[in-house]
């Protein structure tokens, strides 16, 4: 159990000792991981970011998950999984999420750019991960930009998840890694849901 997101950030960044000095570039997954990385990206001394990828829901389910659309707009299906709808239902849907992953980039990043990736140390924050599926798009858009290392590290995620999630990653910090899980918030102690004001003003606090 954690007792919030600063301590869940706390526990990830006594993990992530090594990489302090080499300038990495935190990126957290807003809102909540956005608190989590920050705790992380002080303690490495880093730069803090943003990564914004969106979930395809199921037709009259939007809940569930049958793809996902990263920062650059693509649309990525689990290879491993089947997709019960058609090629033109997840283009509809992906058209609609590609204009949220706009807004809520400028809303929370301003009129500051995307950070440089290529040949950097690049670690990505969530407060915790169930399927994956936005995590595997996000991390898919940014090994295409290159970093030198890749580093996926949250507090908790299931135990089938994390090992898909090593595909993806160079590495995958994850303390938690539960064979029983059911919500991202049973291994919280206060997991109140993040506003936006406070993922502008950890960002804002980094970028001073």
């Not at 301590?7 to 302090?20: C, I, N, P, Q, Y």
């Not at 992380?40 to 395809?56: G, M, N, Q, Y």
């Not at 809520?104 to 040949?119: D, F, Y």
Request: proline letters at 7%; a negative charge.
């Amino acid at each position: 159990m954690y007792r919030d997101r600063t301590h869940a950030g706390e526990v990830l960044a006594s993990l992530l000792t090594e990489w302090r000095g080499y300038d990495p570039l935190v990126l957290g997954v807003p809102r909540g991981g956005v608190i989590v990385a920050s705790v992380v990206a002080a303690s490495l001394e880093a730069h803090l970011d943003v990564i914004v990828s969106r979930k395809v829901g199921a037709p009259g389910n939007p809940e569930f998950a049958v793809a996902a659309v990263d920062p650059d707009g693509e649309l990525f299906v689990d290879p491993e999984s089947f997709v019960p709808v058609s090629p033109e239902y997840l283009e509809r849907a992906a058209a609609a999420e590609r204009l949220e992953i706009s807004r809520r980039l400028r809303l929370w990043r301003g009129n500051r750019q995307e950070p440089l990736i290529t040949g950097r140390i690049v670690i990505m924050v969530d407060d915790g991960i169930a399927t994956g599926l936005t995590a595997m798009a996000a991390l898919t858009y940014l090994r295409r930009k290159s970093p030198s290392r890749l580093v996926l590290a949250v507090p908790v995620a299931p135990a089938d998840t994390v090992a898909k999630l090593e595909r993806y990653a160079d590495e995958v910090v994850c303390p938690l890694k539960p064979s029983l899980f059911f919500a991202v918030g049973e291994w919280y102690e206060d997991f109140t849901q993040v506003t936006d004001e406070e993922v502008i003003k950890a960002l804002a606090r980094h970028n001073e």
